[in-house]
């Protein structure tokens, strides 16, 4: 779920008045969904039914995308589609802690509530006193979610069909998976039961939303308003229905933002492990609990760390995380979600070290230890931290157990 956007052909389509210029009014404005989304078949036909609402004339682009690699879709590509091929975005994810806010997107209210589930099949059954397989697409907040499982081996997949599919067939006791993509599933396999359950981490609360682009303002409102009287009459259920969350998997809901590397499961243990299986099985990775109750010195950092580390963050981090840090599929990394001005749940080195086994999502541990102490430094001085003359170096990184609150200058 990576998320591209270009150019803006919605420029030019509207007056200032909000009003279609006469042109697109039989044109009709161009909605496109995300390449393989599960949800694609609910997207279009929430669409339809609000921009009718709406009085505005529409016509579905499917392949508006002109591909996506297996980790998503990244801003540039975004940015190319509403360039070229759309005026509208339907079925864009937003959540707590990826919602695109640091995008030049104007979104809608959701039209649907959903997010990350356990699934399991009645046959399903951890090994005795093995590690369980649990499956989970790649590069996705899917994987986010499954490290923090305590004992088990993941299997990556590299769609949530696929993720679906590894517990149909008995290849993994359990998936960690986007909820609509087990909808899709069991329309296309009307025999197969799941159990759902609920996943307790703040990557798994989403909702989807049409993304407007920067001239695609004036139609937000009219949108929202259909959007909201649909709500009020019922329409907006009735079609929604059939991909709403079970009952069970809405309970427990996380409270607040939190992070993986604060809420694994150690359960007072210093650290956990999970190994990788089927078709990304090369990694194996510690995830370190940390405590934020011991500060220190803050370790230090210079101003060449952190233009190359700024480098290194655009090529490698920014795709999910944001140009600017604000979050897309994946955490924001700065501001107060990520280091809050006091009372830090975060610390530096447990950060440090959830980055160095767990990212870049598509090459995880695979960067230079330098590489990821200066994409650390630049992300210190991004929340405020000043530059020194100190060199930041990997032990250093490891070894901080400096609570991650904002600094006070840069």
Same mark, same amino acid.
């Given at each position: 779920?990576?998320?591209?956007?270009?150019?803006?052909?919605?420029?030019?389509?509207?007056?200032?008045?909000?009003?279609?210029?006469?042109? @697109?009014?039989?044109?009709? !404005?161009? $909605?496109? *969904?995300?390449?393989? +989304?599960?949800?694609?078949?609910?997207? %279009?036909? &929430? =669409?339809?039914?609000?921009?009718?609402?709406?009085?505005?004339?529409?016509?579905?682009?499917?392949?508006?995308?002109?591909?996506?690699?297996?980790?998503?879709?990244?801003?540039?590509?975004?940015?190319?589609?509403?360039?070229?091929?759309?005026?509208?975005?339907?079925?864009?994810?937003?959540?707590?802690?990826?919602?695109?806010?640091?995008?030049?997107?104007?979104?809608?209210?959701?039209? @649907?509530?959903?997010?990350? !589930?356990? $699934?399991? *099949?009645?046959?399903? +059954?951890?090994?005795?006193?093995?590690? %369980?397989? &649990? =499956?989970?697409?790649?590069?996705?907040?899917?994987?986010?979610?499954?490290?923090?499982?305590?004992?088990?081996?993941?299997?990556?997949?590299?769609?949530?069909?696929?993720?679906?599919?590894?517990?149909?067939?008995?290849?993994?006791?359990?998936?960690?998976?986007?909820?609509?993509?087990?909808?899709?599933?069991?329309?296309?396999?009307?025999?197969?039961?799941?159990?759902?359950?609920?996943?307790?981490?703040?990557?798994?609360?989403?909702?989807?939303?049409?993304?407007?682009?920067?001239?695609?303002?004036?139609?937000?409102?009219?949108?929202?308003?259909?959007?909201?009287?649909?709500?009020?009459?019922?329409?907006?259920?009735?079609?929604?229905?059939?991909?709403?969350?079970?009952?069970?998997?809405?309970?427990?809901?996380?409270?607040?933002?939190?992070?993986?590397?604060?809420?694994?499961?150690?359960?007072?243990?210093?650290?956990?492990?999970?190994?990788?299986?089927?078709?990304?099985?090369?990694?194996?990775?510690?995830?370190?609990?940390?405590?934020?109750?011991?500060?220190?010195?803050?370790?230090?950092?210079?101003?060449?760390?952190?233009?190359?580390?700024?480098?290194?963050?655009?090529?490698?981090?920014?795709?999910?995380?944001?140009?600017?840090?604000?979050?897309?599929?994946?955490?924001?990394?700065?501001?107060?979600?990520?280091?809050?001005?006091?009372?830090?749940?975060?610390?530096?080195?447990?950060?440090?070290?959830?980055?160095?086994?767990?990212?870049?999502?598509?090459?995880?541990?695979?960067?230079?230890?330098?590489?990821?102490?200066?994409?650390?430094?630049?992300?210190?001085?991004?929340?405020?931290?000043?530059?020194?003359?100190?060199?930041?170096?990997?032990?250093?990184?490891?070894?901080?157990?400096?609570?991650?609150?904002?600094?006070?200058?840069?």
């Amino acid at each position: 779920m990576k998320t591209r956007l270009n150019l803006f052909a919605l420029a030019g389509m509207l007056l200032a008045t909000g009003t279609l210029t006469p042109g @697109l009014a039989n044109a009709g !404005v161009r $909605v496109c *969904t995300f390449p393989g +989304s599960p949800s694609a078949a609910l997207d %279009e036909a &929430v =669409a339809r039914e609000a921009f009718h609402t709406a009085g505005i004339a529409l016509s579905l682009a499917p392949g508006g995308f002109d591909g996506s690699d297996d980790d998503g879709v990244s801003l540039k590509e975004l940015n190319k589609a509403l360039a070229r091929k759309c005026d509208v975005i339907a079925g864009f994810p937003r959540s707590t802690v990826a919602d695109g806010s640091g995008s030049k997107l104007t979104f809608s209210r959701g039209y @649907l509530h959903s997010g990350y !589930v356990s $699934v399991t *099949t009645r046959e399903s +059954s951890a090994q005795d006193g093995g590690a %369980e397989v &649990v =499956a989970a697409t790649y590069a996705s907040p899917a994987q986010l979610i499954a490290v923090q499982q305590p004992n088990v081996r993941l299997d990556l997949e590299n769609t949530a069909a696929l993720t679906v599919d590894a517990v149909a067939s008995g290849h993994a006791q359990r998936a960690i998976v986007w909820y609509p993509a087990v909808v899709a599933y069991t329309i296309t396999h009307p025999n197969l039961h799941f159990q759902i359950a609920s996943t307790v981490s703040p990557y798994a609360d989403w909702h989807l939303v049409f993304a407007f682009g920067k001239s695609g303002a004036a139609l937000q409102p009219r949108i929202d308003a259909a959007l909201e009287k649909m709500a009020a009459d019922g329409r907006l259920a009735a079609l929604t229905r059939n991909w709403t969350l079970p009952e069970a998997a809405q309970a427990a809901r996380p409270s607040a933002v939190t992070f993986a590397y604060r809420d694994g499961p150690g359960h007072g243990d210093a650290a956990w492990r999970m190994t990788l299986t089927g078709s990304r099985a090369s990694l194996q990775g510690h995830f370190i609990k940390v405590d934020a109750s011991a500060p220190s010195d803050a370790p230090g950092f210079d101003r060449a760390q952190v233009a190359h580390g700024k480098t290194l963050y655009a090529s490698a981090c920014a795709k999910c995380h944001g140009p600017g840090l604000q979050g897309l599929n994946a955490p924001a990394l700065r501001g107060p979600a990520f280091a809050p001005a006091a009372n830090a749940k975060l610390t530096i080195g447990g950060v440090y070290g959830y980055m160095t086994n767990n990212m870049p999502a598509d090459r995880p541990g695979k960067l230079k230890p330098q590489d990821y102490a200066d994409i650390m430094a630049f992300l210190l001085y991004s929340n405020g931290y000043s530059a020194g003359a100190t060199k930041l170096t990997d032990d250093n990184a490891k070894a901080s157990k400096t609570p991650l609150n904002a600094g006070t200058s840069q």
